[in-house]
């Protein structure tokens, strides 16, 4: 069964460097996401992205964050200077079309120190 | 705006008891609804969906959803729970016919079962 792959599975970095989480949707989906979890709290949209540009974005998604889709199959969310309140598990999905199922990945979990 | 309301953030059940999880939802549009499960340190996995068409739906694993648009619901159920069960559940909506649309999470339940 297709998966939806992100990289690392787990990252440290330090405060105020920019880090970049990797995921590699499933190859026919055509609108992409990134959730993240903060532990013990729910999962929180951040953004959406489709036709490569942004459809729609939360109040998280601030200037800090960025996505991109530089070459065709995989799908970044870079953030540019971490905070510590930004450690959280980050998860990208994707899906064919609306009436379709979100198909998450495994995650990333992020540790700012 | 939609939301999403899970009604207790713990349940727990015997082994071969009935499973009830309840959601409750809000959307300004016809909604989709999703349940996804999440075992401990693992990813997302979807359990069940609703889109349009029957109101019970059935998903993996022997859980079944039943929307109820005059409620407003979307309760999960499983006739006789099993350990493996045992997990966190998070109820979802999205405006469907909105493709880029995000899906907006309720606070998740914890299910214990115990033997």
């Known amino acids: 069964e297709p998966e939806v792959t992100q990289t690392p599975s787990h990252q440290v970095t330090q405060m105020g460097q920019e880090v970049i989480l990797r995921c590699v949707p499933i190859?026919?989906?055509?609108?992409f996401y990134w959730y993240r979890q903060i532990l013990g709290q729910k999962v929180e949209f951040l953004v959406s992205f489709y036709n490569n540009e942004i459809s729609e974005k939360s109040e998280i998604f601030d200037d800090q964050f960025s996505v991109e889709r530089p070459d065709g199959s995989n799908f970044t969310l870079k953030i540019r200077s971490t905070k510590l309140e930004d450690s959280a598990m980050y998860f990208c999905?994707?899906?064919?079309?609306?009436?379709?199922?979100?198909?998450f990945g495994s995650g990333t979990r992020l540790t700012v120190v | 705006a939609q939301s999403v309301t899970q009604l207790g953030s713990h349940v727990s059940v015997s082994e071969g008891a009935l499973v009830l999880l309840r959601c409750n939802y809000s959307?300004?549009?016809?909604?989709?609804l999703f349940w996804y499960v999440q075992y401990p340190n693992q990813g997302l996995q979807l359990l069940l969906k609703?889109?349009?068409?029957?109101?019970l739906v059935k998903g993996i694993n022997g859980f079944e959803a039943e929307f109820k648009k005059s409620e407003t619901s979307f309760h999960l159920t499983k006739p006789s729970a099993h350990m493996s069960d045992a997990a966190e559940y998070f109820c979802?909506?999205?405006?469907?016919?909105?493709?880029?649309?995000?899906?907006?999470f309720g606070k998740g339940t914890t299910l214990s079962v115990s033997s």
């Open positions: 979802a909506v999205s405006e469907g016919n909105q493709a880029g649309t995000a899906l907006i």
């Open positions: 999905a994707s899906r064919y079309m609306s009436s379709y199922g979100y198909t």
């Open positions: 609703y889109t349009t068409g029957a109101t």
């Open positions: 959307s300004s549009v016809p909604p989709y």
């Open positions: 190859s026919n989906h055509l609108y």
